[in-house]
C-alpha cells in the first residue's frame, strides 16, 4: 500500500503543547513540509522567539537556537554570516517580531540578509495571558486594552507585510491565514517561496501568517476561525507583496 | 619572532582579534572605541570566510555573536560603557547558552551618557555578572597595547576553554594610546571540541538546540551549578596578577588598567622620597587575584586602591584582605585620570 500521509520528517514526534484550535502546530506543520520538499532538513539552522513558539525548538527536527525577545533576525544574521550555505528561519510572533523586535525586523529586512522569516500575527501576545500587541485590532479588548484598543492613546495595528515591502533589500513578502483549508494549501505555496527566494539566494524573505489565538480572544477554536476571517483579514489583506521575478 | 609595529590601542586589537582567527565582528560605533569596528570592516569586509556587519543597535550586535558563535567561529563585538549596558542582555544568554565569544569594553567616564573620557566604573557590571542571573564573564583587564594583543588572544582561547563569553576590560585611554607592539608567534593549545554542539545542520546526526532556559526550576538549578562549577575552576586555575615590591613594601597599591601603569610611575617616585611601596595589578578582574592579596595583607599593614571609579574593585580587595590590613581608596570618576603626584600626596597622609 501506497503511504499517502504521514508526519514530515523535519518535525520530531513530540506532540504540540500549543492550545486547542491554535494555529501554530498547521504553521510549524507547513514549515517542516517545506524544508523537507525542499531536502534541506539538514543544512537547517532554525531561530525559535520568545513567546508561545519558544517551544519550536522541541517541535522542528533540525538543529534550533533560542533568541532573545525580538532579536531573532540578529542572531538569524549572525548564523547566516557564520555558515551562508545553510538555511537559516526565524520563526516570530507580534509581540516578538513588531513590538519588541522592531529594530531587528526592519535592519535585517533591509540588509537583504538571506533568511526567511515566519511572523505569526495573531493579534495578541499569548504567552504571557492575552495582553495587547502591536497588531490588536481597533477596539480588541485585552488584558491591557481592557476598553478596547484606543487609537488616540494606543495607535494603530501595524501592518508588517506592507510596511517591510516599502524596503529595497526585501526580495519576498506574502500574508497567508490558516483559517480554512483553502487558505491553508495558498500558505503552504507562500512559505516554500518564501525558502525557494533563500535557497536561491536572491535575499530576505517573510511570510505573515494569520492566526488564531482562541484562549486569549476567549472564543472556541471554530469561532475563532471565524473571527480572523471577519476581523483580521479585511485589516489584513491577503496576498503577495512582494516577489522576486523568478520566483513568483 | 613577529613583527614591530607602531599601533593604536583599539587598532591592535582588531588585529589580534583576526589573527587569532576571529573573523565574524559585530558593532555599533561609539566613542571611544570606533576605531576597533573601523579597523575590522576595513579588514573582514576584504576576507573570505568572514563578515562584518555594522548593527543597528548594541542589542542586535550581541545577538548577531550569539548566532555566530552558535556556529562554533570565533566572533567579537565590542563598545564602550553606555553600549556595553545595552548589549547585557544578549551576555546573559551567551552566558546561559555557554558559548564562547569575546566582548570589548573600552570604558568611558559613567553613568548615563556619561563623558567620552576614559573610565573604570564599569568594573562591577563586567566582573559580577551585569545582566540578569548568576553568571560570570572572564574578564581581562590591560594595562599597555602590547598586553591589549596578548589579552585579545588568550580571551577567545580562554573562551573557547571554558565556553564561556570573555571581556576585554580595557578604557578609553589605552584604546586611544598609541604603542609598539609585537604579534608574537603563540603555541597550539588543546581546546575543547566544539564538534558536540555547534549549530551547522544536523546531516549525520541527532539535531542540536541551543536553548538558554528551562521552565523545569530543578532543571535550570542543574544548569546554574554547571555554570558555577566552571567559575570555580577558573578561580582555581586561571588567575593572574602583576606584583612589584611587595617584600619591605610600607603600602601597597591595588591598581588595574592604565591605572597601575601610572601607580608604577608613583612607586619610583616614592623610591626617590624614601617611601617603599609595591604594587599588586590584577590582570584578571574575574577571578579576582584574593590569594595574593590576602597572603600580602599578613605582611604589609596598609593598602591603597585606586580605581578610575568610586570604589569598586575596593570592595573586592576588602573581601580579600578581610579586615588583616588597613584599605584606603583613592579614586577619580567621570573622565578624570588620576595623576602620580596626586597619588603619592594620598599615600603620604596614610604613611604620617
Known amino acids: ?248 | 619572532m613577529g613583527e614591530k609595529m607602531l599601533m593604536k590601542g583599539n587598532e591592535a586589537i582588531g588585529e589580534a582579534a583576526i589573527r587569532a582567527g576571529c573573523h565574524f565582528y559585530f558593532g555599533y560605533p561609539i566613542t571611544p572605541q570606533t576605531e576597533l569596528t573601523a579597523y575590522m570592516a576595513k579588514k573582514l569586509l576584504k576576507m573570505k570566510n568572514a563578515a562584518f556587519v555594522q548593527a543597528e543597535s548594541e542589542l542586535a550586535a550581541i545577538s548577531m555573536v550569539y548566532g555566530a558563535a552558535a556556529t562554533g567561529v570565533r566572533s567579537m563585538t565590542s563598545s564602550s560603557s553606555p553600549g556595553i549596558s545595552l548589549k547585557q542582555e544578549g551576555i546573559s544568554y551567551i552566558a546561559c547558552a555557554e558559548l564562547p565569544c569575546v566582548i570589548v569594553n573600552m570604558q568611558r567616564g559613567g553613568p548615563g551618557l556619561g563623558s567620552i573620557q576614559p573610565g573604570q566604573a564599569d568594573y562591577f557590571q563586567a566582573t559580577k555578572g551585569g545582566g540578569h542571573g548568576d553568571y560570570h564573564l572572564i574578564v581581562l583587564a590591560p594595562s599597555s597595547v602590547q598586553e591589549l594583543v596578548d589579552l585579545t588572544m588568550d580571551a577567545f582561547d580562554l573562551a573557547d576553554k571554558y565556553t564561556n563569553p570573555a571581556m576585554i576590560l580595557g578604557d578609553g585611554l589605552i584604546g586611544q594610546m598609541m604603542e609598539a607592539v609585537e604579534f608574537k608567534e603563540r603555541k597550539k593549545i588543546d581546546l575543547p571540541d566544539k564538534e558536540g554542539w555547534i549549530l551547522t545542520g544536523c546531516k549525520g546526526r541527532e539535531k542540536n538546540y541551543i536553548v538558554p532556559f528551562n521552565l523545569d526550576p530543578y532543571e535550570m538549578e542543574k544548569l546554574n551549578l554547571k555554570i558555577q562549577e566552571k567559575y570555580n575552576k577558573l578561580k582555581e586555575k586561571e588567575v593572574r596578577c602583576e606584583t612589584v615590591n611587595l617584600d619591605n613594601a610600607d603600602l601597597i597599591i591595588v591598581a588595574y588598567g592604565i591605572v597601575a601603569r601610572i601607580a608604577k610611575t608613583v612607586i619610583n617616585n616614592a623610591k626617590k622620597v624614601g617611601i617603599n611601596i609595591g604594587l599588586i595589578r590584577p590582570i584578571t578582574l574575574f577571578p579576582f587575584p584574593e590569594k595574593i592579596i590576602a597572603e600580602t595583607s599578613e605582611k604589609v599593614n596598609k593598602f591603597l586602591v585606586v580605581e578610575m571609579s568610586m570604589g569598586q574593585m575596593l570592595e573586592d580587595v576588602k573581601l580579600a584582605v578581610n579586615g588583616k590590613a588597613e584599605v584606603n581608596f583613592y579614586g577619580r570618576v567621570g573622565g578624570v585620570i588620576p595623576t602620580q603626584s596626586e597619588i603619592l600626596t594620598e599615600i603620604k597622609k596614610y604613611l604620617k
Open chain 1, 1 to 248: 500500500m501506497k503511504k499517502v500521509f504521514e508526519s514530515p520528517k523535519s518535525l520530531t514526534k513530540d506532540p504540540f503543547t500549543y492550545c486547542p484550535g491554535c494555529h501554530h502546530g498547521i504553521a510549524h506543520r507547513l514549515v517542516a513540509e517545506a524544508l523537507d520538499e525542499f531536502g534541506v532538513r539538514e543544512k537547517t539552522i532554525g531561530v525559535c522567539p520568545v513567546g508561545c513558539s519558544v517551544f519550536a525548538y522541541v517541535f522542528f527536527n533540525c538543529d534550533m537556537i533560542c533568541a532573545a525577545h525580538g532579536r531573532a533576525p540578529a542572531v538569524a544574521t549572525g548564523i547566516k554570516r557564520a555558515k551562508p550555505d545553510s538555511i537559516v528561519f526565524t520563526y516570530q510572533g507580534d509581540g516578538d517580531l513588531a513590538s519588541i523586535g522592531t529594530a531587528e525586523i526592519v535592519h535585517t529586512a533591509n540588509r537583504g540578509e538571506n533568511i526567511t522569516v515566519i511572523f505569526i500575527n495573531n493579534a495578541i501576545y499569548g504567552m504571557t495571558g492575552g495582553q495587547m500587541a502591536p497588531t490588536t485590532l481597533v477596539g480588541q479588548v485585552t488584558q491591557t486594552s481592557p476598553y478596547g484598543r484606543d487609537p488616540k492613546t494606543m495607535g494603530y495595528p501595524i501592518k508588517v507585510a506592507e510596511m517591510l515591502s516599502t524596503l529595497k533589500g526585501v526580495a519576498y513578502i506574502s500574508r497567508v491565514a490558516l483559517s480554512k483549508p483553502a487558505y491553508i494549501l495558498k500558505a503552504k505555496k507562500a512559505i516554500r517561496k518564501a525558502f525557494q527566494t533563500q535557497i536561491e539566494g536572491k535575499g530576505f524573505s517573510l511570510v505573515e501568517v494569520l492566526s488564531t489565538c482562541p484562549t486569549n480572544w476567549g472564543l472556541s477554536p471554530i469561532e475563532a476561525n471565524k473571527w480572523l476571517e471577519e476581523n483580521m483579514i479585511p485589516y489584513y489583506p491577503l496576498g503577495e507583496f512582494k516577489t522576486p521575478e523568478e520566483v513568483s
